[in-house]
């Protein structure tokens, strides 16, 4: 308003009126047109690097990266045959019992890891029906049948001057281990360790084993596609360690015997799955390749193809059912009941039943929570295990430390 009336708006002058496209004309023409300026730049070239570095590798590696040498250990008059993977030659001895499904190749880094930071002798044993163990009768899974061959198995490799023992065991190892140190089949027995399990848990989860084992494919076209599989579905969540045990998880199947599948993971709906580059990163845009959340991939079932070779599951343990049971009844009770330092590893604490919940709160045993874990602890952090494993050894004062350990942490 001045003095009262509307001030009249200045009329645009017609010739700056231009449209858009126009306008982007004589942006152009000016770029183009300018001294010195050969038009817009090029785009940049698309860096490949970075993906290639990022890719996640696959390959499967010799188990004797992380153990010295594997013994065959010969029982019931050489009618069974047990594959152990050693690491180390002085100290007590550390005895690891892997899960179902498992091998001995289950405890590689851990094993490399541990016999770097105190002394101990590392013996990594495939269980029977698993690995390279082959017995008279490889399906009895009986938890009387594993205890005696564990029994067995010490005994004939320390016939005279065993050294302390400590037994440890993942899942259903976990148990075994238990059984064994119950029953009293370890003479010198010096501690006992147990990785996530316990009774009331372990009994829970049995009615959706099934499912799950008959979710998984049978076949797989290569080692590799074995590997890959796993660490997408989350089983073992650090590649590195999935490179040497999976192998031990797997057989390969006589191209002569191999019938017809509609359930084998190849062919172009598998290519399309497992080929895809994997591109972890953390907030820094480092690759992650140590651990991995399971990744939301669905593996469907390609059409039916005959394989010029293929690998299945070293252990069908749907057949396997029967034990399950017997594994774990009464687990907690006898645990509680062993006469040696006791350690029991969890993924979570919600895994605690009520009898080792009260026996813990009475100082029966140590406990430690490692989180950010699978079922698979030790393979999925391996160094922290470790830590857990070599801080229990010297309080115990059953060996000594050869480097600088980490405290544990969350211990209870």
């Given at each position: 308003?001045?003095?009262?009336?509307?001030?009249?708006?200045?009329?645009?002058?017609?010739?700056?009126?231009l449209?858009?496209?126009?306008?982007?004309?004589?942006?152009?023409?000016?770029?183009?047109?300018?001294p010195?300026?050969?038009?817009?730049?090029?785009r940049?070239p698309?860096?490949?690097?970075?993906?290639?570095?990022?890719?996640?590798d696959?390959?499967?590696?010799?188990?004797?990266?992380?153990?010295?040498?594997?013994?065959?250990?010969?029982t019931?008059?050489?009618?069974?045959?047990?594959r152990?993977?050693i690491?180390?030659?002085?100290?007590?001895?550390?005895?690891?019992?892997?899960?179902?499904?498992?091998?001995?190749?289950?405890?590689?880094?851990?094993s490399?890891?541990?016999?770097?930071?105190?002394?101990?002798?590392?013996?990594?044993?495939?269980i029977?029906?698993?690995?390279?163990t082959?017995?008279?009768?490889?399906?009895?899974?009986?938890?009387?049948?594993?205890?005696?061959?564990?029994?067995e198995?010490?005994?004939?490799?320390?016939k005279e001057?065993?050294?302390p023992?400590m037994?440890?065991?993942?899942?259903?190892?976990?148990?075994?281990?238990?059984?064994?140190?119950h029953?009293?089949?370890?003479?010198?027995l010096?501690?006992?360790?147990?990785?996530?399990v316990?009774?009331?848990?372990?009994?829970?989860?049995?009615?959706?084993m099934?499912?799950?084992?008959?979710?998984?494919?049978?076949?797989?076209?290569?080692?590799?596609?074995?590997?890959?599989y796993?660490?997408r579905?989350?089983?073992?969540?650090?590649a590195?360690s999935?490179?040497?045990?999976i192998?031990?998880?797997?057989?390969?199947?006589?191209?002569?015997?191999?019938?017809?599948?509609t359930?084998?993971?190849?062919?172009n709906?598998?290519?399309?799955?497992?080929?895809?580059?994997?591109?972890?990163?953390?907030?820094?845009?480092?690759?992650?390749?140590?651990?991995?959340?399971?990744?939301?991939?669905?593996?469907?079932?390609?059409?039916s193809?005959?394989?010029p070779?293929?690998?299945?599951w070293?252990?069908?343990?749907?057949r396997?059912e029967?034990?399950?049971?017997?594994?774990?009844?009464?687990?907690?009770?006898?645990?509680?009941?062993v006469?040696?330092?006791?350690?029991?590893?969890?993924a979570?604490?919600?895994?605690l039943?009520?009898?080792?919940?009260v026996g813990?709160?009475?100082?029966?045993?140590?406990m430690?929570?490692?989180p950010?874990?699978?079922?698979?602890?030790?393979?999925?952090?391996?160094?922290?295990?470790?830590?857990?494993?070599a801080n229990?050894?010297?309080r115990h004062?059953?060996?000594?430390?050869?480097?600088w350990?980490k405290?544990a942490?969350?211990?209870?």
């Amino acid at each position: 308003m001045v003095n009262g009336h509307d001030k009249p708006l200045m009329k645009p002058c017609p010739q700056l009126q231009l449209n858009a496209c126009q306008m982007s004309h004589l942006h152009k023409k000016v770029i183009t047109s300018s001294p010195g300026m050969g038009g817009l730049p090029p785009r940049a070239p698309h860096d490949h690097s970075r993906r290639v570095k990022n890719k996640r590798d696959y390959t499967p590696v010799p188990w004797t990266n992380y153990f010295d040498r594997s013994e065959n250990v010969q029982t019931n008059q050489g009618k069974n045959r047990f594959r152990v993977y050693i690491k180390g030659s002085s100290g007590p001895v550390v005895f690891f019992l892997h899960g179902g499904g498992f091998s001995g190749l289950t405890w590689s880094l851990l094993s490399a890891t541990l016999t770097g930071q105190v002394e101990c002798q590392c013996y990594s044993l495939d269980i029977r029906g698993h690995g390279d163990t082959h017995t008279e009768d490889d399906e009895d899974l009986s938890i009387d049948t594993m205890a005696r061959d564990v029994k067995e198995v010490i005994e004939t490799i320390w016939k005279e001057d065993c050294p302390p023992i400590m037994l440890v065991g993942h899942s259903m190892g976990g148990a075994l281990a238990v059984h064994v140190s119950h029953l009293e089949f370890v003479k010198n027995l010096a501690a006992l360790v147990v990785i996530d399990v316990v009774e009331g848990s372990a009994m829970e989860a049995l009615s959706g084993m099934q499912t799950f084992l008959q979710g998984r494919p049978k076949f797989f076209s290569s080692v590799q596609q074995a590997i890959e599989y796993n660490v997408r579905i989350g089983a073992i969540r650090n590649a590195e360690s999935a490179r040497v045990s999976i192998v031990g998880q797997l057989k390969k199947v006589d191209n002569a015997s191999q019938p017809t599948q509609t359930d084998v993971l190849v062919g172009n709906q598998s290519h399309e799955v497992m080929n895809t580059e994997i591109l972890e990163e953390d907030e820094d845009g480092e690759n992650n390749a140590e651990q991995s959340e399971p990744e939301a991939h669905v593996f469907s079932k390609p059409e039916s193809v005959r394989l010029p070779e293929r690998y299945e599951w070293r252990i069908d343990l749907t057949r396997t059912e029967k034990f399950w049971k017997d594994w774990f009844k009464g687990l907690s009770c006898m645990f509680l009941n062993v006469h040696v330092p006791k350690l029991l590893l969890l993924a979570g604490v919600d895994r605690l039943d009520k009898d080792l919940m009260v026996g813990q709160m009475q100082g029966k045993f140590q406990m430690q929570i490692l989180p950010l874990c699978g079922h698979a602890v030790h393979e999925d952090a391996p160094e922290d295990v470790a830590d857990a494993l070599a801080n229990f050894m010297l309080r115990h004062k059953l060996t000594n430390a050869l480097e600088w350990i980490k405290p544990a942490r969350l211990t209870c």
